[in-house]
């Protein structure tokens, strides 16, 4: 009965129950080439062995979606509470705090609210009376790839004025235009093939700035727009364009349109859905045909975390009748456990080509990092003096910077020292190194720094003091640039801190799981923070841009340090003995390195960005709507490709593979500008040639605030020997 009645369930809350179904099966096929049953009796002591058994998986695999990480407002003692002076959009609706700051989608609710936002394939764009989408091309060369942005279609509600965000969830964005009686509903959705538009009492209008050379009804009757026609009622109709393009436009049931060189409208007032497809190399419609009737409209997301491996789902929320569609970008493709690809359908996009998947549930597979504190080896015994030469020199380092990015920098450096004391057996050092962290960490977490930290009740979430005051300051923090990297230098020392003294973490618990509310939320439940603030659920990677709006949409430079942001949650999680934490940190780390490996590194045999721009072998920036070769700070080789390794910890095993780094080092291997950015780069040499990078590390005289001669030292120390030697 227990297995019966969940699957029964169309939508499973936690999907580890299938994994217990599936361990039982194959239980009773190994049983039955025993020929065990062969009684009654002994079919029923099988049959309780199972039901313990189905138990025992279920407990083993996996700890469905998370709980909150606290739901009360922050302690005011800890983190004042003030308003933040950019007011809330009016694009808001009826949505309440906490408002995602962060959203792949968040140019609709940004000044104007008439930026782009790219759901893949398809590019929208939010106007006053109109809705304007293209599928776009790109334009490459070797300096960067952008999606060319044009207004291919909009969708015309006349005399609208106004839009308002009617909901929202990790995968989509909906919004309503309304006139009156009159509503149009936009469900924008990541990885839907179809444009949708849900009308109430209007006459349907689509214009184009291309030139409609032709359209054809469902009867294959042609029509050419110099003659001004009426298409006799119809509820699907091809379109050809002087731009090359072909799309399909479906209705919910038969109406008149009229056609003109630049639009398609309706000529009755109508309600339902309408639903424009790109025919990119189809010469007819019949694939879209039988998936015309259903499309998604939001998604339920889930997940489960086992030990060594997780699984997410996307459980898409679906309107109609039928079968459902959607495009899967390449990364899905690679994690799928299992899928349903339908053939002809591939839309090339900034991320790649998108592969066409029916079915209403996406289940992904994703192994999780096992990196805790020290590295996969120990140090080669022949360098641990030079190590303990360096400490000596290192150890009384004093952060001093006063913004929360580049404290962060520095605490990280002194964290990661104490570690490595910790590891050599220092024990002296390593107290005095941890003493120095408490008492720096203290200070933020108590708000007696002077650029203490608040809670913006205004949109709910923890920014600085400084920031809040001014946009410019502290690298946008108080507008919500950046916070993965900003805190999660802060909850890798803490984390340190409790690694030996517990008692730290405990005292000072509320204030620090408000750093971790703040970017790292698993839970609506959690009234004053919104969900995973930096993630993009449907791409894997974070975004980094905050409050700021941009052509482009969103962008993320440094996934090294994003992936560090995630890997602070794990140690924290485990100093805590907050077994979700590290769960879901260990989550959002496998993510983030999945898609930094695949959309940030560019092997040769990568079939994501094509020459010249991939012989770069590594991108700077991933926008939502373009790649740079560049930083943000800079466009130094060893700015644009380090800034993608450092700092160097032990999820950097994973993430800077040594095949890849063969390809990536050669691009870098003679770069010595600015000099205190050569150390990332023999770092990196360490992958790949631990000797000849000994031998360089050696001779260093300058070091990024970030890093150290005892860092480096390490890290070349504890790589894998190289093949030759």
């Known amino acids: 009965c227990f297995f019966f009645f969940s699957s029964r369930r169309r939508h499973t809350r936690c999907r580890e129950v299938s994994w217990a179904r599936r361990c039982v099966q194959e239980t009773v096929s190994t049983q039955s080439t025993w020929g065990f049953f062969t009684t009654r009796k002994m079919n029923f002591y099988i049959g309780l062995w ?132 009159s509503i149009a509903t936009y469900p924008i959705v990541q990885g839907s093939p179809f444009v949708v538009t849900q009308y109430e009492r209007v006459k349907p209008e689509i214009r184009t700035i291309a030139t409609i050379t032709q359209v054809i009804d469902e009867d294959g009757k042609i029509y050419k727009p110099e003659d001004n026609p009426i298409l006799a009622p119809s509820s699907k109709v091809i379109v050809f364009m002087n731009n090359t393009r072909k799309w399909v436009v479906y209705f919910d049931k038969k109406i008149p349109i009229k056609v003109t060189s630049q639009s398609l409208s309706g000529v009755i007032t109508y309600s339902g859905a309408m639903k424009l497809a790109v025919l990119d190399k189809q010469e007819t419609s019949e694939i879209f045909d039988q998936y015309r009737n259903t499309f998604a409209i939001g998604v339920d997301l889930d997940y489960s975390v086992a030990d060594v491996s997780a699984k997410i789902i996307y459980n898409w929320v679906v309107s109609g009748k039928g079968k459902l569609l959607m495009m899967a970008l390449p990364h899905h493709v690679d994690a799928f456990e299992r899928s349903k690809k339908v053939d002809g359908i591939n839309y090339r996009t900034i991320r790649g080509v998108m592969t066409a998947i029916e079915g209403e549930t996406w289940e992904f597979t994703e192994y999780l990092q096992q990196y805790l504190w020290d590295a996969p080896r120990p140090i080669d015994p022949d360098k641990l003096p030079a190590i303990k030469r360096a400490l000596e020199e290192d150890y009384k380092y004093v952060p001093s910077d006063k913004d929360p990015y580049f404290f962060g920098i520095e605490i990280g450096r002194l964290a990661k020292l104490t570690l490595i004391a910790d590891e050599i057996g220092d024990t002296e050092k390593a107290n005095y190194m941890r003493s120095n962290l408490m008492k720096q960490m203290a200070a933020w977490i108590e708000g007696t720094n002077p650029d203490h930290l608040v809670y913006d009740s205004t949109y709910g979430g923890i920014v600085s003091s400084d920031g809040i005051a001014n946009e410019q300051s502290d690298y946008g923090n108080g507008y919500y640039n950046d916070h993965h990297y900003h805190y999660g230098y802060h909850i890798f020392a803490i984390a340190v801190i409790g690694r030996k003294n517990p008692e730290f973490v405990e005292n000072y618990k509320e204030p620090i799981l408000t750093y971790v509310r703040d970017f790292a939320n698993p839970s609506k439940e959690d009234k004053f923070f919104t969900i995973t603030r930096m993630k993009d659920w449907f791409g894997w990677h974070s975004y980094a841009s905050g409050l700021f709006e941009f052509t482009d949409g969103r962008n993320q430079e440094s996934t090294s340090e994003a992936i560090m942001a995630y890997y602070s949650l794990v140690l924290l999680g485990n100093v805590m003995k907050h077994t979700e934490l590290e769960k879901f940190g260990k989550l959002l780390l496998a993510m983030e390195i999945r898609a930094t490996k695949k959309y940030w590194h560019m092997p040769e045999n990568s079939n994501i960005y094509p020459d010249p721009f991939k012989k770069n072998r590594m991108v700077g920036i991933v926008w939502s709507n373009k790649v740079d070769y560049a930083t943000w700070f800079g466009k130094y080789p060893l700015f644009i490709h380090c800034i993608q390794m450092l700092p160097f910890l032990p999820p950097t095993e994973s993430s800077l593979d040594k095949e890849f780094m063969k390809e990536e080092y050669e691009i870098i291997k003679n770069e010595n500008t600015p000099s205190d950015w050569i150390p990332f780069r023999v770092s990196a040499r360490a992958i790949i040639d631990k000797e000849a990078a000994w031998l360089e590390a050696i001779q260093l005289k300058v070091f990024h605030v970030g890093t150290c001669r005892t860092i480096v030292y390490h890290w070349v120390a504890t790589r894998k020997q190289s093949i030759k030697n």
């Open 50 to 181: 199972l039901i313990v058994l189905s138990m025992i998986c279920i407990q083993k695999v996996a700890e469905c979606k998370f709980g909150p990480f606290g739901t009360e407002q922050p302690n005011p003692k800890y983190r004042p509470s003030m308003k933040h002076p950019k007011p809330i959009s009016t694009f808001w609706g009826a949505n309440n705090r906490p408002y995602p700051t962060n959203a792949w989608w968040e140019n609709l609710i940004l000044n104007k609210g008439e930026e782009t936002l790219n759901a893949f394939p398809y590019i929208y764009k939010a106007k006053a009376d109109r809705m304007c989408f293209t599928l776009p091309t790109l334009v490459e060369n070797k300096e960067y790839i952008f999606s060319l942005y044009t207004d291919e279609w909009c969708v015309i509600l006349p005399d609208s004025t106004d839009h308002k965000i009617l909901r929202y969830d990790e995968l989509s964005v909906t919004l309503r235009y309304q006139l009156k009686d």
